[in-house]
């Protein structure tokens, strides 16, 4: 059993702010400035008809922080003619924070959409002499956007974003992704067949206008967009092996 504490912090790290979030945040500053915070990403022209252009290329982000707790347990013993093994691995984040520019102040992301508070992850696994089986679940934290984005509306603009986030979804419950393998191993060749999402599970949806998103679902690494899928690998090992044959 091993229990790690992590703190990391980015500095420069290159993403995408997102356009439908440096609008907002632009209007939404109570320092409010043109040329200070998000606004830096939005021009205005000057003439007629005074068009409003928003950057959204890929930006330094001046810093970005993840702090949290991994558990890891790992068991294994003889079992029948074979043996067993359990690995699990549980994080739980206590901070997921970030900020655009090197004067801004930090956003508390934990918990919001793409930043679970929770992941999870259980690998069981049985060998008998040239077989391995194996079964494992991915799972995720149910997250929600609500608090993030109230906790950025002043108090001129809290009526009105409490009713737009009245008209929309931004919670999704927890979220389980299963699969399963079989790999058969010798000396010179290996063949392992199997399945992911086993049980076809779709990522959760949600509403537009605040996150970027994969047709209704939440654009995050650990959902998957394709479904179910079967696979066959083989790996065969050729030319001579160490005894010189």
């Not at 696979?231 to 092996?241: I, K, P, R, S, T």
Request: charged share 20%; with cysteine; glycine share 8%.
């Amino acid at each position: 059993m091993a229990i790690d504490y992590f703190d990391i912090e980015i500095d420069n790290g290159v993403d995408q702010a997102g356009t439908l979030n440096i609008l907002p945040r632009c209007y939404d500053d109570p320092q409010f400035a043109t040329d200070s915070g998000f606004c830096k990403l939005v021009t205005r022209g000057t003439a007629f008809p005074y068009q409003l252009t928003v950057s959204n290329a890929y930006t330094n982000i001046a810093t970005q922080i993840a702090e949290g707790i991994d558990y890891t347990i790992r068991f294994e013993r003889d079992l029948g003619p074979g043996s067993v093994r359990v690995n699990a691995l549980a994080t739980r984040y206590l901070s997921q924070a970030n900020k655009l520019f090197e004067d801004d102040t930090l956003d508390e992301l934990n918990g919001s959409l793409n930043n679970p508070q929770n992941t999870a992850n259980l690998v069981l696994s049985y060998s008998l002499r040239n077989w391995r089986f194996l079964w494992g679940v991915d799972w995720i934290d149910d997250m929600e956007s609500y608090t993030v984005i109230l906790a950025d509306a002043t108090a001129a603009t809290l009526a009105s974003t409490q009713l737009a986030l009245a008209q929309r979804d931004l919670a999704v419950g927890d979220y389980q992704k299963h699969y399963m393998s079989v790999r058969y191993t010798t000396d010179r060749w290996q063949v392992t067949g199997g399945m992911r999402n086993v049980f076809d599970q779709e990522p959760p949806t949600i509403s537009q206008g605040f996150h970027n998103r994969v047709g209704n679902a939440p654009l995050y690494s650990g959902y998957d967009y394709f479904g179910r899928e079967a696979f066959v690998q083989a790996v065969f090992q050729l030319g001579m092996n160490g005894g010189g044959n």
